[in-house]
């Protein structure tokens, strides 16, 4: 899937021009994989703006983010973060998984997401005023439920918040079909086979298959492997860490395949 | 809302000037968006001083605050933090969510809170005194009762308290008009929604909608979103980290909205 | 209050002096805002000896109090920390809240202490004996019995302890009306209200109002704040960090003021 | 064992070659010592391309991966990590218990394991895209339950999976002759002994002995050790941290070897 | 009490001599104030070698001992700690409260401890040998039962132990005279009560009352203190962190001082 | 006891002359003072070569083992640590205690303890192949058994694991005699109350007391004290961290030594 290719799910496309519109931040939640990296990179471009990806964790400082002093030749150089480089630029500026970072590389956000829209970079004594068309949007997973780490109320009511999911059935199998150039028929098999997944998923607390993953088996298929070897290695393999997949779960999945085998659609 | 318009709540401009007029720092409490910082911005205007604002963080040290030596040409040169800049200028320096900041950034207010309203920058060897204009003001949502952190109380008996809270329902609408351009009829419809909402939050334990939340979902109506949407997107979604609204809830929401909008007042 | 009025409650003030003739080192313990930080001033003053204040923090460390080695042009040089300059110095260092501080800045104090009375600066390899005049007197507040921290018996067993406590009622009055200018009867009434709270705080588990709290609201209501308004702002609203006073604590304390209020005595 | 024999187990090469083609990262998972480092050395013999290793743990950051800045003659020079030289070598990357590492390091894999294919360095401001050669393969060994680690599903989705296990008993035993000089009978007796603790371990909780230790336990016996001695030092003794071993699972070590040993297979 | 004054308990004196004569490092134990410090120095006067005294604590690293790498002139230069400096001089080492120390600290003891005698200053690539004449030894007080830290016992095997308590009364007592400049009969009295704190002790949790606080009572008392006042400053408010002594233990204390208060032998 | 006395206790010599021959490293485990390092000195003296011994502990890191660049003239030169200068020497490193290191001092081992047998320093962008001669021998106390730290599975099964234990007691009074210069009968003595004592440990949960402390005792006997001092000093006391020793050990321990005292064997 280039960036250029992008199958809306419901009224996002038009929430987030109209955030853009009123230089309001844009919060994107959402199961793993469902879609929010295309998503940013599909309104980059239909803004025609660039976009500069930020993956957030645990050890991201605010530094890391808007700056720091570096030595050069005896003396100290302030050098620009990725976050201020987008500010200054006017792009649009994604934190991925932005509950993983640490609390001084949020609170360096609000001044950018309230009526001042500008950064403070309080160490270089600047105040960097975002054009109009710089925009930060962000994204979080709220299904990490057992996650230390919670955004605060605070933090989460100062963006439009777009909650996203899976496509429809359909919708996700031409994606498998154009990401990986496997027939319909495999495409819709591999979505099925996902759809069981995420359904008995409730009851099991494994992150469900992301369309990525059935993108990734599709890819292996059309390699040469079979569905079953590539529905094992993408999608049953990484549900769980402990490699303990319930028998169940796996005969769930090959019905989903096999069944469609059985009827002569297994394309090797 | 820009900030010479501020629709005052109850004595607390009053009390603001008195505390400035006898030099002594003030600490706003109350719930997330209810307007301190706008407040603080007003005074500002108000008394004709200049306000520093530092968000407040746990990684925030005394040294982002008063300063540090920095190596420039091969010497070791001081350069003075937001906090001492605001004081050498006679500034109101708000800092806001003080409580999420480290021990040793608040001890070094001490001096600036008593009669001694100086500070002690003991690694370069100066005491700045506190021109009269100076004003320190801290903020803090009490909401979060389940933070491992709070301030001591030796620390908040240093301040003359001002509670806050959030606009009645008429003032509310007032600004939300004022700040969104749509009409008085979608206003106070936004306005009743949040009101349900933070009445039934005792129940839940969500951080209910901020004005500043009705303030958004207004300018996205404006931007041509349905009153629904610009809800969900605004209000609703940011409620709680983990995406349970409860259907009640949302129903709650919804008759504010859908009730009014029966009555024909639905602008699209 | 100056730092040459002080209106002593026990014996500390001999206490105090045949402890500095026999170069004993003082611990003042007492709740916030009793008198501990001015009892030090009045007695350097009274002993002609200059106070140098330290706020302790867990984030001070040893180098904080004793030096550090800096670099300028290239070099490494020594420069005293406010501890160091003290004992050069033959002042009175007093060190605030010690139970805060690092174990290494009290281990720095255990050769200050006993009959060394000497510095160890082993960064700098060198010895700084105290001359005569040199005084460390520390204070904590034994009330925060939730913390983590407390001195070790072997530190504490190094000082003569003083316990501190309030005024007596009418002492504090004149405290009050010789710090904020209010007329003797509004000063005995926030006292009563003090002093009401005082007993009652047993039950709850609130930091008692300190006598400073008491001039800060005099100090409002000579500002022209009411005296309902600068109560609440001063002595009511700081007691708990979660906003949770008791309307039954809030009648108490409006009796007292009231109650005098109704006798014709409310000065506005 | 050198780098060129490699004993397959199932379809683990062609899926791995099928990855390399489509430029998918792969994941091993799989018990300690079955072989994991020892596939992706014949994996980079099959395919042509130099494999970097890099050992995880919980220290190693982001920077160590990537590359720093260093002070050279006055300047600061960036330097490069193994995995940016890998990266920029077109190399196989192969990072070992991948789980250990910090989340730093994991965030900075995400741009390599999407289709951007890209290196961010956003210390240094430069973005290193992966040739086609480049491929990133991790492991970890998904036993270790009582791990507080665990690897986020999100990263576990960007991976084809590929699950490791023990070679059947007749191919271990020619890995170890093949490895160690000891003749046949031998290297059977000790693939018994380590087939029964294998199936013995779900029980106790031990992590089960590796072929490793099988190859390391008859080099001692082709230097002269008793085959008790070498299955003592190498096999039961690593088994438990406290050297806990039951009696029971002592018994069942020998009963392989000595069972043989009475049948006059002992070679000594 | 000077370094050459010193009152001995037991075997002590002679075991230490017979450890420094067979190179074996000691280890003091017992309560807070019974006078490890003063023994370590006395023998030092005895045995003709200067006692370089460390106070540990929980931030000492290895460098604090051994000394580190420093910055002059743009060159790095070694510079001795105080532990490396008293093994070069043949001095006493004396390691005040060992059991503060982190771990690395402890662990550079290692080879001081045992037949190698030597510091391995790793860092600067050099060896120091001990001379005959150096001695280590270390102290702390078992009585810290709460403590998180604890000796690992294979380090408190490195010493010869040697358990210090407080002196027979009548011997105390003498030390307090000869410090202090008090009567005999005062002297005995602060003594009584020391000994009924301490006896009282078991039931409660305090830490005993040391001779120190003894002596600084009796100074106190020769300055112009009453006994009630010098007991209450010295012996009985430093007992516990949060100043709840107990009204019993208060009146056993009185009884010893007033008892004999009654019989006239109040100095004041 | 030098270190070229050993008096060898099982086949230990033997498998660790045969994991020498065959480039494997060695993992010691066994209690405290059983000999472990001792044994290491020995057999480096056997194979000729030099032992570099480096004590493990938690503050340990990889740079202290492998080195790190050093600022030298304004330039970075890098400085190889002693795990480093041991590998390039061909010598037998002890890691004593391995099982305090942190977790990238023990990453760093990989390489060295696998076919690869070479030192990976990255950050000098340099590999190490250790010559022929180069052995990693380990060594930890599987008695810790309260530790919160212990050695992974897949590290233990890289080394062969030789456990190790006390003497016999009659080789044990041997090494005492020899090592101290006491006769054989006190040597028996205080070997009989170790065993005592060792015996008894299973339900205490004390460290027994090692071959080293009844040396030590036996050296403060030839040097003048009784053994009931001696034992006292060096093998009662360093028990337990608390001093808790029952009353029932130390009869155990003097029956021990009385009962052969009141044979006449007592030397003194």
Known sequence: MTSDT????????????????RNLPVMLTGPTGCGKTRFVEHMGSLLGRPVVTISCHDDLTSSDLVGRFMVTGGDVIWTDGPLTRAVKSGAICYLDEVVEARHDSL????????????LYLDRADEVVHAPTEFMLVCSYNPAYRSSLKEL????RQRFVTLPMTYLPADREAQVVVSESG???ATAQRLVQCATAIRTADRAFHFEPPSTRVLVTAAQLISAGATELEAADAC????LSGDGAITDGLREVAAASLLGADAAGAQPH
């Open 6 to 21: 992008y199958f809306a799910n419901g009224a996002e496309v038009s929430l987030f021009e109209q955030a853009y519109q």
């Open 107 to 118: 609170a360096i956000l609000h001044s950018l997401t309230d009526h001042r829209r500008a």
């Open 152 to 155: 605060k109320p605070s933090f």
């Open 182 to 184: 496997v027939d319909t």
């Open 235 to 238: 999608i049953l393999a990484p």
